[in-house]
């Protein structure tokens, strides 16, 4: 399987950008998005089941953070809004088959290169 994806970049306090993962390869039952700032360890950030669509969200993101996919064209999203400084990280798009509430780096075995996310004024 591999995933690219793409869409970091620069952005200010307060703005908005959509990453997008390419998924190829097998189907995964679940997809989704973890982060790691500079010092820091991996974290979870969200995480979308292939099929029916249920979403989970670290809490730091809710209400801001929005994942979703769309099978047709093997592809899934994180759209991020009102972003913080916090949020600066390499966004990393994964692939697992582990139960829905594992949520270490580990339960996804399958792993693209990162996009970097940089929010500052």
């Known amino acids: 399987v591999q995933l690219q994806a793409s869409g970091g970049g620069l952005v200010q306090p307060g703005g908005s950008l959509r990453l997008s993962c390419s998924v190829s390869g097998r189907t995964f039952n679940k997809y989704g998005w973890f982060r790691q700032a500079p010092g820091k360890e991996r974290e979870f950030v969200a995480q979308i089941r292939w099929n029916g669509g249920q979403t989970t969200y670290t809490d730091p993101v809710k209400g801001r953070f929005t994942i979703s996919r769309d099978k047709a064209k093997n592809e899934v999203y994180l759209q991020m809004n009102n972003l913080k400084p916090e949020d600066t990280a390499v966004y990393y798009c994964?692939?697992?088959?582990?139960?829905?509430?594992?949520?270490?780096?580990?339960?996804?075995?399958?792993w693209g290169e990162g996009t970097l996310v940089t929010v500052s004024s």
């Open positions: 994964v692939a697992g088959m582990s139960t829905w509430y594992s949520l270490r780096p580990t339960d996804f075995g399958s």
